[in-house]
C-alpha cells in the first residue's frame, strides 16, 4: 500500500490545479488573497496615460488586489474601439471623441481623468503665421483642424467669442501634426492649436507666433475613463480597487514628475524633457462633478446642433459612478 501513496498525492495535486484551471469567474488567490483581472486600454499620445503606468510600476495596482494587463494605443480613440472590439475592459478618450462614441456598444463612464485647468488652457496655444496679429485678421485665412476631434469644438467657441462668422474663413482638415507642421511651413495652414511639446515644433517654423490660448476662447480639453457596462456590473469592487489604484498612481505623478519622464523614456521612447512638459501641463484627476456634467451637454449640445452626432442618447443613462462614490467618496459632486 505504501508504494500507492505518492501516486494518490500526485493525482490528488494533478486534481486540485484541474478544478483551479477551470475557474472563469475573472478572480485568483494569491498568497490567500483574492485579485481580479481587468484589461486596461492606455494610449500613448503625449500625455496620456502617465498615472496608469505609474499605478503599474509602484506596484499600486498589485496592492490593491488588480491584476492590471495594460495595452498600448496609439489614441484614445483607439482604447473606445478596443472596448466595443472586445480587446479591453477599460479605455480612456477626450470629450469630443467620448460623446461621439458612447452611443455604440454599452459603454459607460466610471470617472473623468483630467480637467483643464489655467496650467493646461496656457498651455494650448493658437499658433498663427506672419501677418496675423489679432483675430479678426484671421478673416479669409486657412485654419488648420485636425477632423473628427475636439478642435473642430474649440475653432467653433473660439470665433463666437472673437465674434467671426464660420462662412469669412477656410477650414483645413489635417490627419496626423506633421502634416500639420508642413501645412503651415508651405503657407498651405495659416494657424493651428497646438500644446505641449508639440508646440515647439510649430514655434520652430519662421514668423510663427502665439496668438491667443485656449482660455479666450471660454473651453478646456477634459478626458474620462469609460468601461463596458457589464464588466462594470459584475466587478464593482475590482472597478472601485482599480481607481482607488489609479488615485495613488496620480498622486505618485503629481511628487515624482522626473521620475514620472524617466518611466515615460523607459516605456515610451519619449524624450525625457518633452515628456516632463507634457506632465507639466496635465491636470490629472478622478471625480466626476456637476461642472464635469455640464461640460459633456454643453459639448452634446452643439454636436447635436452640427448634426455631427450620429447616435442619441442620455447623457445619465451612461453612467455608472457608484465605484468611484465607493472608492473616493468626496470626488463624486454630481447627482
Request: glycine content about 8%; charged content about 30%.
Amino acid at each position: 500500500m505504501k508504494k500507492f501513496k505518492p501516486l494518490l498525492v500526485s493525482l490528488s495535486i494533478i486534481a486540485s490545479l484541474a478544478v483551479a484551471g477551470c475557474s472563469s469567474s475573472g478572480t485568483a488567490k494569491s498568497n490567500g488573497k483574492e485579485t481580479a483581472t481587468i484589461r486596461m486600454a492606455i494610449d500613448t499620445a503625449a500625455g496620456g496615460s502617465f498615472q496608469f503606468r505609474a499605478a503599474e510600476k509602484q506596484g499600486y495596482f498589485g496592492k490593491n488586489g488588480i491584476k492590471a494587463n495594460l495595452s498600448n494605443f496609439a489614441y484614445g480613440i483607439d482604447t473606445v474601439n478596443a472596448i466595443l472590439t472586445e480587446q479591453a475592459d477599460t479605455g480612456l478618450a477626450a470629450d469630443y471623441a467620448l460623446l461621439n462614441s458612447l452611443g455604440k456598444g454599452d459603454m459607460v463612464i466610471i470617472s473623468t481623468l483630467t480637467r483643464g485647468n489655467e496650467v493646461s488652457l496656457k498651455d494650448n496655444e493658437l499658433l498663427v503665421r506672419d501677418g496675423i496679429k489679432n483675430a479678426s485678421d484671421l478673416k479669409g485665412k486657412k485654419l488648420g483642424v485636425a477632423k473628427g476631434t475636439v478642435y473642430e469644438y474649440i475653432w467653433s467657441k473660439y470665433l463666437e467669442a472673437k465674434k467671426m462668422n464660420e462662412k469669412d474663413i477656410t477650414f483645413v482638415p489635417y490627419s496626423t501634426p506633421d502634416e500639420a507642421i508642413v501645412g503651415m511651413k508651405k503657407g498651405d495652414i495659416d494657424a493651428v492649436w497646438s500644446s505641449g511639446a508639440l508646440k515647439d515644433k510649430f514655434k520652430s517654423i519662421k514668423g510663427v507666433t502665439a496668438l491667443n490660448n485656449l482660455e479666450s476662447a471660454g473651453v478646456s480639453i477634459d478626458s474620462y475613463l469609460l468601461a463596458n457596462r457589464s464588466f462594470v456590473e459584475k466587478n464593482p469592487k475590482a472597478v472601485e480597487n482599480a481607481l482607488k489604484a489609479l488615485s495613488e498612481g496620480i498622486d505618485y505623478v503629481d511628487h515624482n514628475k522626473k521620475e514620472t519622464a524617466k518611466l515615460a523614456f523607459e516605456q515610451l521612447k519619449l524624450p525625457e524633457q518633452d515628456a516632463l512638459k507634457d506632465i507639466e501641463r496635465q491636470n490629472y484627476v478622478l471625480g466626476f462633478t456637476k461642472e464635469d456634467a455640464k461640460h459633456l451637454e454643453d459639448m452634446k449640445t452643439w454636436l447635436e446642433e452640427k448634426g455631427k452626432l450620429k447616435d442619441q442618447y442620455e447623457l445619465k443613462d451612461k453612467l455608472n459612478l457608484e465605484p468611484l462614490k465607493k472608492a473616493l467618496p468626496e470626488s463624486v459632486t454630481y447627482k
